[in-house]
């Protein structure tokens, strides 16, 4: 019999945990080819948008459309910071960054709260003066109409490859590049009764609904940068989550207890590092056995999770009722 007082086990996954699916969720090259799918369907479309919504500004001189306009604008940047950020993060760990390159999502998350916040001040700013000036006519709405139906259909595309991509991926970039055509939809639904409105002498609705666009736009990045700084300080998953891996853990016949629970995320990879409680007495083959199986079964619930078990004598103290 072996007695131990610490033993530090970290396996490297099975080849089938690197491959297995679990609750929609998929690992390895799968994971990175829907990633790099999502980034360049974005930048692709805001391409297309900023082209097609400069045409059709300089036709109407709408001010909900230059909106919109500079909104796609600000899309496309942050898509490529998207793009990078993404290139980065599924980068493999090196030498000099052990965990990987995951949280190269949350500071490109940062990037685009800055771009939509710089973005709806200068909108916001802009519809006032527009508001106290002289009523500005607009033409041409029938093509400005036209250039919104292709954009809202655009956009529809995008956001249902999107959402795809962060149902299997969980990927945070893409969530907040996602939320950005989120914000476009509704701005491209104004814009055509922005349009409609002036098309039938209401010219103010233009600059009202250019305001409204601007606050929301404020109020949803609120959140979303949020979010992100929590993720950057090493925010611990959702206690549902945690209360799953502790029953996992606890389901291995032999695993006496668990504590010292600690999780955090770097990009869609969750670390998670947790002590079982095993018999003092147990074997060290035993022992290095059984934290594998209570790893699996961790894994069988988060098929991406980096796992450490952290094995411990049998102690009254540790034990959980």
Known sequence: MINYTRLFINQESTEQDSTKHNNGKIVSEEKNRLLKLATYASVTT?????IAKLIAWFMTGSMSLMATLLDSTMDIL???????????????????????HGKAEHLAVLAQSAFIAGSAIALILHALDRMTGDAVILANESAGMIVMVFSLVATLVLLSIQRYVIKKTNSAAIKSDSLHYQVDLLTNLAVLAALVG?????????????????????FSVRTLAWEAIQQLMDQSLPDEDLAEIERRALTIDGVLGIHDVKTRVSGSIPFIQMHLDLAADLPLTQAHDLGALAKRAVLSYLPEADVIVHLDPERPENIRE
Do not use: C, K
């Not at 805001?46 to 900023?50: D, E, F, G, N, R």
């Not at 002036?198 to 736009?217: E, K, P, R, T």
């Open 78 to 100: 942050a898509s490529l910071i998207t793009l990078f950020a993404v290139r980065i993060a599924i980068t493999p760990a090196d030498h000099d960054h052990r965990f990987g």
């Open 198 to 218: 002036s098309s039938f002498g209401y010219q103010q609705v233009d600059n009202i609904l250019a305001l409204a666009i601007g606050i929301f736009m404020l």
């Open 46 to 50: 805001a391409s297309i948008l900023i």
